[in-house]
């Protein structure tokens, strides 16, 4: 079955950075398919961070206007993972961050990891 892992979260200070890793299974030609990083705070809905498209579209990404020129979203098809590069942490992006796999009608998510931005 469809599985996605995320780690690499944790308690950051402000400023600081942190790399997020998701490792996909369970479904062949990982490469062929969008990958997304979205992210829920306590009490918010969950929203769109970034995401990354097929290899077969040419590989680009989006960014939510909150992070841009902060994240980077990348992929490595090699080892069916994708990255989401955080840098200059703020406390607003403290949240459960969960990728998500463009398989289906709702798409496939992971269990999501922590961030936590504080001094």
């Known amino acids: 079955q469809v599985q996605l892992v995320e780690s690499g979260g944790g308690l950051v200070q402000p400023g600081g950075s942190l790399r997020l890793s998701c490792a996909a299974s369970g479904f062949p030609f990982f490469s062929a398919y969008a990958m997304s990083w979205y992210r829920q705070a306590p009490g918010k809905e969950r929203e769109l961070v970034a995401g990354?498209?097929?290899?077969?579209?040419?590989?680009?990404?989006n960014y939510a206007d909150s992070v841009k020129g902060r994240f980077t979203m990348s992929r490595d098809n090699a080892k069916n993972t994708v990255y989401l590069q955080m840098s200059s942490l703020k406390p607003d992006d403290t949240a459960v961050y969960y990728c998500?796999?463009?398989?289906?009608?709702?798409?496939?998510w992971g269990q999501g990891t922590q961030v936590t931005v504080s001094s």
């Open positions: 990354i498209t097929s290899a077969g579209a040419g590989i680009s990404t």
């Open positions: 998500k796999v463009g398989i289906g009608r709702n798409g496939y």
